[in-house]
């Protein structure tokens, strides 16, 4: 059996690096052409275009490995089942499923493998790379002025409308300028003009032709002085044509994160969804009284707004499943049983005491004068709620996520196998046919289950892990279909 088991992996090896070699590249070269018009034209060194490249490799991996596994496997038992090898192994009395076992064993160490890379290799190259290409995007190149268009220069201080512009030589015709710098207000008027930068390539030079310039001599907008020129030097300093890297931001994203920091994002979410819930409650308890007293203060003789210091709030669970007001513990109490008790723990250290929220919820009440301004107060804590909710089911979806793509390599090989070995003949075509397929459905039903997530219609674990077992299930049913297949 080793010997056997070493010849299938064998046999594996070539096709799986052909594959995620050939489909890397694919993948790459699809970005080159989408980052393609916003690189070159930015006058950058060959060098920062790798590292752009480079930093895209992981992404790319983190979805192309999975795709090689199935090609590998579809390739791989196709060729054995039509060279009768998978008949001569089953007439010797080795089961199909053992066959695919060193293949499910060593898919399962590649998905291991994977998880681990998608939660420390990816989250810093996707920083690394949105770092360089926000870099990127500061630098301005000497032709990046647009034609007959108003190009900001400098923000709020330096505006250039060019004419055409000769882009091999720098120059332009019919220009105006509008300067704003020093605490005055210019415009200048050439026929024509040059632009080129300093040796130190901070500061830029244009050099002006035949025209004038306009300029306020005082505070009066009706007041100004015009001075033409034959030729005219202006120095704008500030323009870098070299490319500045930022340090490291500290702001990453949610594919920039790897669990850990996913997590700690969850846990400050579920706090802000509890504050939120708590100042609704106590909200619509400060309400509450104020209504209830209002005949009594109408029978006085005048309207109380808001409660006394004698006011006090029961500890009756709210209808709903709403977290209620525990004053032993001063915050907010879920009456879920099954949440987990440390992040329960963790929300409620950051909620403020019963009596602070109290105290905000009257001074809130006191401010409304109409039942639509009270309404509108609650429908802002909802939202809140909600608005916290879906970013506590986004970044589940991304720690899910980091899972389930590499686990596609166990459910491909469950899927490859036994189809490859149904249809003996089918060669290539079966490779590219099925490849095609269940690569489309399972990254749609993907997308789909992230979106459904996103919109908090199922949970994050299923809109993930679902696919997988869909496809796992179709995989064992093709598996026992197979083993009735005779030869």
Known sequence: MRILTRYLLRLHIAPFLFAATGLTLLLLLDQVSRRFGDLIGKDLHWSVIVEVFVYSVPFILAQTLPMAVLIAVLY???R????????????????????????????TLLAGGMTWFNNTVLPESNHHLQVLLTSIGRKKPT???????????????????????????????????????????????????????GAEQENLYLTLLDGSLQERVDDSPHSFQRIRFSRMVMKVEGVANVLERDTLSSYRSDREMNIQDMYQVVVEGERRVERARAESQAFAMALSQRLADFPEALESGGARIGGTEQDTVGTEEPPGGAPRLDPARGGVRSPTPSDDAGTRELVEQALPSQDSLLVLARATVDRFTSAAAASNQLDMYQQRVLDGLAQINKYWVEIHKKGSIPAACIVFVLIGAPIAVRYPRAGVALVVGVSLVFFGAYYVSLVGGEELADRRIVSPLWAMWAPNVLFGLIGLAALIQARRVTR
């Open 76 to 78: 791989t038992f196709n």
């Open 80 to 107: 054995l089942a039509g060279d009768y090898e998978i008949t001569a192994i089953r007439a010797s009395g080795v089961p199909l499923a053992r066959i695919m076992a060193p293949l499910l064993l060593a898919a």
């Open 143 to 197: 032709f990046y002025l647009r034609e007959r268009t108003i190009n900001e220069v400098l923000p709020s201080r330096l505006y250039v409308q060019p004419g055409p512009i000769d882009r091999e030589r720098s120059a332009f015709e019919d220009a105006v300028i509008y300067d704003e710098r020093g605490g005055k207000s210019r415009t200048i008027y050439a026929d024509s003009g040059r632009m080129a930068f």
